[in-house]
């Protein structure tokens, strides 16, 4: 098994660019979770889908970040217009569902904005 | 205000000796998880709680949950270097939707 599949794996971009960043789950997996890692606030869980519909997406910080799911093998998060305070390592992660069994995290993708 | 409370936050300890990391939470939950996360890398997902009393080993890591306390435990026996890295619990809370908060992490060293 591949695993959770992110990419890119680094991005260094602009302040003002638009940044989207890419996860493939496990196969068979039908929950799917996007997290952000900051030394500042640790781990936040941004949104999460089921069956490829997003099901809470209340740790989205604000309107300039989206996600979507449009098949059970593919994710997006986009990130439009960049801030420098963005800048931390986005981890994707995957269940069986949302009956509680542990996720499997993604390598995670660093991004820096200046 | 749903929290996730680590203590303590960093942990230097000798090989060979034990220590518990402590895990509180303030919201209802049906599930406690523990992770572990080397510097640099992903999360590696160690242990998942479903009951009070639950009680889960993997070689010298043991976690227990006390869902009335609303207390996760993880206990290190005899540690080793290896060991060293950050683990982080985090629970499912069941108030409203599903949310899954993590706690602030634990970052263990371990000296040789």
């Known amino acids: 098994d591949a695993g959770v599949i992110q990419s890119p794996r680094h991005e260094v971009t602009e302040m003002g660019q638009e940044v989207t960043l890419r996860c493939k789950p496990i196969s068979g997996h039908n929950s799917l979770f996007w997290y952000r890692q900051t030394m500042m606030r640790g781990l936040e869980l941004l949104i999460y889908f089921n069956n490829n519909v997003p099901i809470d997406d209340s740790g989205m910080p604000e309107d300039r970040f989206s996600a979507k799911m449009p098949n059970a093998s593919f994710s997006t998060l986009k990130i439009q217009p960049s801030e420098p305070r963005d800048s931390a390592v986005y981890f994707c992660?995957?269940?069986?569902?949302?009956?509680?069994?542990?996720?499997?995290f993604g390598p995670g993708t660093r991004l820096l904005v200046l | 205000e749903l929290k996730v409370e680590q203590n303590p936050l960093f942990l230097s300890m000798q090989e060979g000796k034990n220590y518990t990391i402590y895990c509180n939470y303030s919201?209802?939950?049906?599930?406690l998880y523990w992770y572990r996360q080397d510097p640099g890398k992903s999360l590696e997902s160690l242990f998942v709680?479903?009951?009070?009393?639950a009680v889960k080993q993997e070689g010298r890591l043991m976690a227990s949950l006390d869902t009335k306390a609303r207390l996760s435990t993880l206990h290190i026996t005899a540690a080793v270097h290896d060991l060293s890295a950050t683990y982080f619990c985090a629970v499912r809370s069941t108030s409203g939707t599903y949310k899954y908060i993590f706690g602030t992490g634990t970052r263990l060293k371990v000296l040789a």
């Open positions: 709680l479903l009951s009070n009393g």
């Open positions: 992660a995957s269940s069986p569902g949302l009956t509680g069994e542990t996720q499997y």
């Open positions: 919201t209802t939950s049906d599930r």
